[in-house]
């Protein structure tokens, strides 16, 4: 207590002394970082940001600021838990009043009052997604470090207006990133998937498109995830259908949020085919920037492995040997490999009639047999990559293609 | 009101299949076929999901289901012939093609389909005359043009080709077909330069399309041809004045003057003769197109025609008894370079013939 209150004293004299040489750069940086010790990181940040004013190559001031960037989401405020005593208690007290307070009015079978889409609490983080730290890396600078300093963001003057755009084949875990990004964000997760995206097509799809936006705002912070967006923000040239393309304008409206407010409401979307996205869905303020997720690189398919054989009999798995041999598979192929070793082992085990553990040679073999899915989808993109790529949309493909001799 | 779900079906699986999802078109229509009373329209749409598939059997199947479901109307049909097509059934195509005309004759598509399988079948005039009727049906469409090109292209009238693939151009600008055929006009008029800038234009609209990838391919090929042709001509040239024909005696420096025509005017000439085209490469294509090079294949047809012009070169300062035989070897790495871009080409052309396929 007595060290707290001297503490603020040395903030108190130290913010006077500021005061008095605004220009004393490595006096503010040293408050800055004794705030950002006691987690004060928006005034933390005022400071740091006044100090790269004055010397904008500072290497402390700039350190500091990605400190303050770097820091951990401020836990989310749930309610406590329900106990079995509440519910006791409640359900006593209904059985109660049943009798003896009837209902006001009746209501149909029409559906229960709430949101049309389904929002969930993502209790996924990026630190359990295996590997892939370079997406996770671009991932946390392009996305969820602007997302969590709305100090910094301010200062700098930059709005919370668009999202960022997951590409790359299928099965290797743009769906799971999105969900440990609104972990990471203590936001609640609500995902489209194509089936929503469709139904929203029939009848008044404009109106369709606005709900769901509503329902996340409804919801903030909630990260809203557009899977397969390329069906929903399908170029409006490839289109036939009046109606879609009016589905089209009117995300384009809500993701630009002239009409509403947007604050806390986190877009992310994902595609197999960015190239089919309508450009004018990836023009600034809206899906301007983009992420490569490629296939996982061999710690994650380590971890892909063990997830998928946590729950059944192994025995002298090699996962690390496993991860090898399977270079270029997708998470899905991953699956799948584990999936066919267990049939293999379960077929053996039937014609002996005795049971046996899954071993190293039912995976090696099934991971022969298993060809990965990735192939046809890089041989599409190379050609994108070749023809399509002026404006150096797909650069990080292009790289990582040529890292692996895909072109 | 009540919603009827075979129809909530349809509608769903045709928004699926404008996004370009065939395969969850078909999944999304099993309810319409599991009412037992499956509509045309159903049918006629999971035709249209097997097509996008590539799969011309099932389509002619789910096809002739739409007609039987409705025989009057006319999509069933038109589908039936687009399915008759695709596996070469091309006289059945027609009659199915007649029937959907006869059917919807107010319908452009109805006319186009029919004009096609006349072109197939080399029916110039029932081509014609459908083509012209589907203009007149439906100016604003530029797949109606760009019948009317291929049609005029068939009937060997270059201009009224190059006037209707323009025209389907200024209707849809993206339109990759039309592109692609103001190139191959390109390409036919020995524009080599211009022919490759179309080619990669439309691979650009669309990359997936692998027609204007085949024609890039080709264009390079022949382009390396003519380079290999020049070298050659020019080299047989100087080894005649080398070897002295006429005069019986050697002549290094008439080999000397031959090299020097091989190395500086002969590709003079021809930089002439395609500095349009060449100087109207964007960088892109240049870019592709040395990329293609790199490849391994067209590396070893090239090979001879690199040490071609290396021979050239060193017949130049080369004494008086090695000019003449340096040249004869030039000429003959040229000759083998030609002769390997030839059946290089030929085999490449194999692989066109699967695409048209």
Redo the contacts between chains.
């Keep these: 207590m007595e060290g707290g209150a001297a503490d603020d004293a040395l903030l108190v004299s130290l913010r006077s002394a500021v005061d008095a040489a605004p220009d004393d750069v490595p006096l503010r940086l040293h408050l800055a970082a004794l705030l950002l010790e006691r987690d004060r990181r928006d005034e933390a940040v005022t400071h740091i940001a006044a100090a790269l004013q004055r010397e904008p190559t500072s290497v402390q001031a700039l350190a500091l600021m990605r400190q303050a960037m770097s820091v951990e989401p401020p836990p989310v405020t749930s309610p406590p838990p329900r106990t079995a005593a509440d519910d006791d208690v409640l359900a006593g007290l209904d059985e109660q009043l049943r009798d003896v307070v009837p209902p006001m009015f009746v209501e149909g079978e029409d559906e229960p009052e709430g949101d049309a889409h389904d929002v969930e609490v993502s209790n996924v983080r990026l630190g359990d997604v295996g590997g892939m730290e370079q997406v996770k890396e671009r991932l946390e600078a392009a996305f969820l470090a602007p997302m969590r300093n709305p100090e910094l963001r301010r200062l700098y003057g930059k709005s919370l207006r668009g999202g960022l755009l997951l590409y790359g084949p299928p099965g290797c875990g743009k769906t799971f990133l999105a969900r440990a990004t609104a972990g990471e964000l203590g936001a609640r997760f609500l995902a489209v998937s194509?089936a929503d995206?469709?139904?929203m097509?029939?009848g008044q799809s404009e109106r369709n498109v606005h709900e769901l936006f509503e329902t996340a705002r409804r919801n903030s912070p909630c990260l809203l995830f557009l899977d397969e967006v390329?069906?929903?923000g399908?170029r409006r040239?490839?289109?036939?259908?009046s109606a879609?393309r009016g589905t089209v304008n009117q995300l384009l409206t809500e993701l630009d949020s002239v009409k509403s407010d947007n604050e806390g409401v986190f877009v992310l979307a994902a595609t197999n085919?960015p190239?089919?996205v309508d450009t004018a869905l990836r023009r600034p303020g809206r899906f301007d920037r983009m992420l490569l997720v490629a296939p996982p690189d061999q710690t994650a398919r380590e971890a892909i492995f063990r997830y998928h054989l946590s729950e059944r009999p192994v025995a002298n798995v090699d996962l690390r040997k496993l991860a090898k041999l399977t270079d270029g598979f997708s998470g899905a192929d991953v699956a799948h490999v584990c999936d066919s070793a267990a049939e293999r082992a379960l077929i053996e085990a039937s014609r002996s009639g005795s049971v046996r553990m899954i071993e190293m040679r039912d995976l090696e073999a099934a991971a022969k047999e298993v060809k990965p899915s990735t192939g046809p989808w890089f041989e599409?993109a190379r050609?994108?990559v070749?023809?399509?790529n002026?404006s150096g949309t797909y650069d990080d493909l292009l790289a990582y293609m040529r890292s692996r001799r895909l072109m | 009101m009540t919603v009827d779900p075979a129809a909530?079906a349809v509608?769903?699986a045709?928004?699926?299949l404008?996004?370009?999802?065939p395969q969850?078109a078909l999944r999304?229509l099993a309810p319409a076929f599991a009412s037992g009373d499956s509509p045309s329209r159903a049918w006629c749409i999971a035709a249209l999901a097997h097509l996008n598939l590539g799969d011309a059997h099932r389509a002619f199947e789910a096809a002739g289901a739409a007609t039987t479901a409705n025989p009057e109307g006319e999509w069933g049909h038109r589908l039936i012939a687009v399915s008759l097509g695709r596996l070469g059934r091309w006289q059945e195509a027609m009659h199915a093609a007649l029937r959907a005309r006869d059917l919807a004759p107010h319908v452009w598509q109805t006319h186009l389909q029919v004009s096609r399988v006349a072109r197939a079948l080399d029916d110039h005039q029932t081509a014609w005359q459908a083509a012209l009727e589907a203009v007149r049906l439906g100016p604003d469409s530029a797949d109606t043009h760009l019948n009317v090109g291929a049609c005029a292209l068939k009937s060997g009238d270059r201009a009224q080709a190059e006037r209707a693939f323009r025209e389907a151009l200024r209707i849809d600008p993206?339109n990759v077909g039309a592109r692609n055929e103001l190139a191959r006009l390109d390409l036919s008029g020995k524009q080599l330069g211009a022919a490759a800038t179309g080619f990669?234009e439309a691979?650009?609209m669309d990359?997936?399309e692998e027609a204007a990838?085949y024609n890039l391919d080709l264009t390079l090929r022949l382009f390396l041809a003519r380079i290999a042709y020049v070298v050659m001509i020019g080299g047989w040239i100087g080894l005649q004045v080398g070897r002295g024909v006429g005069s019986g005696e050697l002549n290094p420096s008439g080999a000397r003057v031959g090299a020097l025509i091989a190395l500086v005017a002969a590709p003079t000439l021809g930089y002439y003769r395609y500095r349009k085209s060449v100087v109207g490469m964007s960088p892109?294509v240049r870019r592709?197109l040395m990329?293609r090079l790199r490849s391994l294949r067209l590396g070893i047809c090239i090979a001879p025609l690199v040490v071609a012009l290396i021979l050239l070169v060193a017949v130049l300062p080369a004494p008086a008894s090695a000019a003449v035989g340096l040249l004869g070897a030039a000429f003959f790495c040229a000759l083998v370079a030609r002769l390997m871009l030839w059946a290089e080409r030929r085999w490449h052309r194999r692989s066109g013939k699967k695409l048209r396929s």
Excluded at chain 2, 18 to 21: A, H, K, L, S
């Design positions: 194509l995206i469709l139904d097509y029939i390329d069906a929903l399908q040239t490839n289109l036939r259908n879609m085919q190239w089919d599409t050609n994108f070749m023809f399509a002026e | 909530v509608s769903r045709e928004a699926a404008d996004v370009g999802r969850e999304l993206n990669f691979a650009r990359p997936r990838r892109q592709y990329d």
